[in-house]
């Protein structure tokens, strides 16, 4: 069967997948979504049998049906290799009574690597598919950790040059060492006077801009997009829920068809509507549990159906989820609506003019899925420390957020079914946040003598990605204003 795909805010055109991936975003602003979920379609007793890349390959082929086998397990055995540190590639560890998920194996040592290690080769795969001439530019907006994982992913990827907008003064200066050193001779790193919601807003109107388009098309360029808004980062995060499960399974940590909650730090939205897309695949998930740091728009938003972007925007100790536009929230309000585009552009468009916008009651409704909770500064901080002295396993900030939305929600509501916490970073990437919760003396060290405590206290090794970058030397120092985004994009590709 071919599944097609169509944009959240008009019914009339579809898509092949590969033309989906290359696309990005739909010429309307909106964002692909199948025209129906598939279903899983093998037993959880076999997938419990296979490896990450043969799950991989069961859960991706029924999203992308116009790549042939070959072709996708091409791309999966170009991704899921060496570049991660375990053959799990995402293994579980219980504490205290939860489940984490740790997605941080990669070559950033951070999630967004689950997908962004295989986006280049879907990409270069779907260029090929459709007779693409063009050399492809990716553009990308990142908090912190979507810029290196997407760096690194394209490095050298012949046919393809990256462009990564970061908020200057709102990344962790490990996030920042980390992109200004990425090495590749079609990498460009800029930093922008503004937070992530302004990158995100510039790149967004650029994709939009028909005139830059036309421009870029004579000169042999095309823009895709490795945010978390392509289709290519949003399956491959539906794989590993669906992985963890079996792995549960496969464990005797739980019985077949017995349902798990799921908590997700969550930002853009992208990796807790992975977990929506594989419940309603088949995947037996009770509450999907979205945690916000004090940014919380998400949290009102489950509260009481208003989506308010209208606050003041906080930076915290866990700046990838430092966002008050969830651009992916647009495919779950799409589902709610009833996958009707006309209600979602609607409300997509308040968004834009007033920075609001409420749900009705019957979307309301289908919520149910969901649970909200959020951390205070305060409160992840408490819940790296007290796991710590638990159990010794060191969280990063992200993942204490969910740790302790997690909690919380126990509290809050006597829900005994087994949790599986998505824990979205190396505690090494956040190593001063990370360990001054646990001590606060620890702030008189220098970042690398952090590092080596950690190593010493977490009795774990000091990943490649944190060693490679005590040496390297910065290749990218380009800053503009937020308004200036257009025109460094246009001398990068000199047109
Ligand atoms: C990106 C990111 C998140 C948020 O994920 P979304 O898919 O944007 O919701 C959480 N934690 C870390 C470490 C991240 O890099």
Do not use: W
Request: glycine share 6%; net charge negative.
């Amino acid at each position: 069967m071919n599944l097609l795909y169509k944009s959240t805010r008009s019914n009339d055109k579809t898509v092949t997948a590969s033309q989906a991936i290359l696309k990005g975003l739909a010429e309307d602003g909106g964002l692909f979504v199948p025209e129906t979920l598939p279903a899983l379609n093998v037993s959880m007793e076999a997938l419990s049998k296979m490896s990450y890349q043969e799950v991989a390959y069961e859960v991706m082929k029924l999203f992308f049906t116009d790549f042939t086998e070959e072709e996708l397990k091409n791309c999966i055995a170009k991704a899921y290799d060496s570049k991660f540190d375990t053959e799990e590639i995402a293994p579980l560890v219980k504490a205290d009574g939860a489940y984490y998920l740790e997605l941080f194996h990669g070559s950033t040592i951070a999630f967004k690597d689950m997908a962004l290690s295989i986006l280049p080769h879907l990409l270069t795969t779907a260029a090929k598919k459709n007779n693409i001439k063009n050399e492809i530019v990716i553009l990308t907006a990142t908090s912190g950790d979507t810029g290196k994982a997407a760096l690194a992913g394209f490095a050298d990827v012949e046919g393809t040059k990256i462009i990564v907008f970061y908020p200057k003064n709102g990344v962790s200066p490990v996030q920042e060492r980390q992109m200004v050193t990425q090495k590749g001779k079609n990498t460009y790193v800029v930093g922008i006077k503004g937070n992530f919601d302004d990158a995100q807003s510039g790149v967004k109107a650029m994709f939009n801009d028909k005139e830059l388009a036309g421009k870029m098309d004579q000169k042999g360029f095309q823009f895709s997009s490795a945010n978390s808004i392509n289709i290519g980062r949003l399956v491959p995060q539906v794989v590993y829920y669906v992985y963890a499960y079996a792995k549960l399974l496969a464990d005797g940590e739980i019985k077949d068809g017995e349902k798990i909650n799921v908590v997700v730090p969550t930002g853009n939205f992208g990796n807790i509507l992975a977990a929506y897309y594989a419940k309603n695949m088949g995947l037996p998930v009770n509450k999907l549990i979205c945690a916000s740091n004090e940014n919380k728009v998400l949290f009102d938003f489950f509260e009481t159906g208003k989506y308010d972007r209208n606050r003041e925007f906080i930076l915290t100790s866990s700046p990838s989820m430092d966002i008050l536009i969830s651009s992916n929230l647009e495919r779950l309000i799409y589902k709610i609506a009833d996958n009707d585009a006309a209600a979602c552009k609607g409300l997509m468009d308040a968004l834009a003019a007033k920075g609001e916008y409420t749900i009705t009651e019957s979307m309301k409704e289908q919520l149910a899925d969901f649970a909200g909770g959020y951390a205070s500064e305060d409160n992840t901080k408490e819940a790296i420390k007290s796991l710590y002295d638990k159990t010794g396993y060191v969280l990063d900030t992200h993942t204490a957020v969910a740790s302790y939305v997690c909690r919380k929600y126990k509290e809050d509501t006597k829900d005994e079914t087994k949790t599986l916490v998505a824990s979205t970073a190396s505690p090494y990437k956040f190593a001063r946040s990370v360990m001054t919760a646990i001590d606060p003396s620890y702030d008189a060290m220098s970042d690398f003598e952090l590092v080596d405590k950690l190593c010493e206290i977490s009795k774990t090794a000091v990943p490649n990605a944190i060693e490679e970058i005590r040496t390297a030397s910065v290749l990218h120092d380009t800053v503009c204003d937020k308004t200036e985004m257009k025109a460094a994009v246009e001398k990068i590709l000199a047109i």
